[in-house]
């Protein structure tokens, strides 16, 4: 038969609370673990000693506030619902810690988008768009100057579902070389392309 316990074994008293560790059972009298007054988290002398939980449910300075943990105080007092003084200050240096690492992480983030810009608009001259003119209609593609011809046309074909080596791209009649760019070719904005297959 299964043993059912409704009583603390050291005072027989019924009200009592269990570990949350270790599901000992734990009463006022018996023991002088505190809990937690927001998540009730309790743990007893001896998970406190043996694994490292002494601290974690602690009481501040302050005579009227009640023990919290320190999950419980940090949340409290980074979102304003503990405004204990003592409590701020058992965990300023923890806030401050964490305020230190989002604010290196913001900046670490802004200076790899400015290197990110920087290497998208590495050229002087902005980007042009192109026309690419064939049976079905035209097609806008806007390009840095400095792009190989070759990534616009394998773009193109891609895009019509062609096999590129179909394709013949000219300007003005001439035939557009691949390893050619814009700034090689000095195209303008909105310069027209002809695309035959």
């Known amino acids: 038969a299964d043993l059912v316990v ?9 009200s009592f609370e269990v570990c949350s560790h270790c599901n000992e059972i734990l009463c ?10 927001n998540c009730n988290v ?4 001896h998970c406190q000693e043996a694994n490292g939980f002494a601290g974690v449910v602690t009481f501040c300075d302050s005579d009227w506030c009640d023990p919290h943990c320190s999950t419980c105080r940090s ?3 980074r979102n304003g619902s503990n405004n204990c003084n003592d409590c701020k200050a058992m965990v300023f240096d923890t806030l401050l810690e964490e305020c230190n690492v989002k604010q290196a992480q913001i900046d670490s983030q802004q200076e790899e988008m400015e290197r990110s810009k920087s290497i998208m608009f590495t050229s002087e001259d902005p980007p042009i768009t192109i026309r690419i ?3 079905t209609g035209e097609t806008l593609v806007t390009v840095e100057r400095s792009i190989k ?3 616009l046309f394998q773009a193109f074909a891609s895009k019509k579902d062609i096999d590129v080596s179909n394709l013949r791209f000219t300007l003005c009649g001439e035939t557009i070389h691949p390893s050619a760019s814009p700034e090689s070719l000095d195209l303008y904005d909105m310069v027209e392309i002809e695309a035959d297959w």
Do not use: F, H, Q, R
């Not at 409704?6 to 019924?14: F, V």
């Not at 309790?42 to 002398?45: A, D, E, G, K, S």
């Open 6 to 14: 409704d009583t603390c074994l050291g005072c027989y008293d019924a």
């Open 28 to 37: 006022g009298p018996c023991t002088n673990a505190p809990e937690c007054s």
């Open 42 to 45: 309790i743990y007893c002398l």
């Open 75 to 77: 949340i409290g007092c």
């Open 133 to 135: 003119k064939d049976v």
């Open 149 to 151: 011809m070759e990534t």
